[in-house]
């Protein structure tokens, strides 16, 4: 099994990504997906989840600006980030069960 992620990057205070992390390797879409962050100097956190019947649910620092989504014909999960602040700064990481991605960095500048 495998979780690739991608998309992240640098973004200005205000600006927007969008990850993606693509599973392969087995059928993923009876799973819930996650997706986590961590800081520098910080414990790893849940930031969002999407349930294998679509049911979402946000840590309260990201409601409002973060969407999470998947696409089971794709094995894949993504996460919309919008009105990104300098605090969102971190590595991102996909969870499927017991799998993880490898992280992609997420930089906002102030």
């Known amino acids: 099994v495998q979780l690739q992620a991608s998309g992240g990057g640098l973004v200005q205070a205000g600006g927007s990504l969008r990850l993606s992390c693509a599973a392969s390797?087995?059928?993923?879409?009876?799973?819930?997906m996650r997706w986590y962050r961590q800081a520098p100097g910080k414990q790893r956190e849940l930031v969002a989840a999407i349930t294998s019947g679509g049911s979402t649910t946000y840590a309260d620092s990201v409601k409002g600006r973060f969407t999470i989504s998947r696409d089971n014909a794709k094995d894949t999960v993504y996460l919309q980030m919008s009105s990104l602040k300098p605090e969102d700064t971190s590595v991102y990481y996909c969870?499927?069960?017991?799998?993880w991605g490898q992280g992609t960095l997420v930089t906002v500048s102030s």
């Open positions: 969870n499927v069960y017991v799998w």
């Open positions: 390797g087995g059928i993923f879409s009876t799973y819930a």
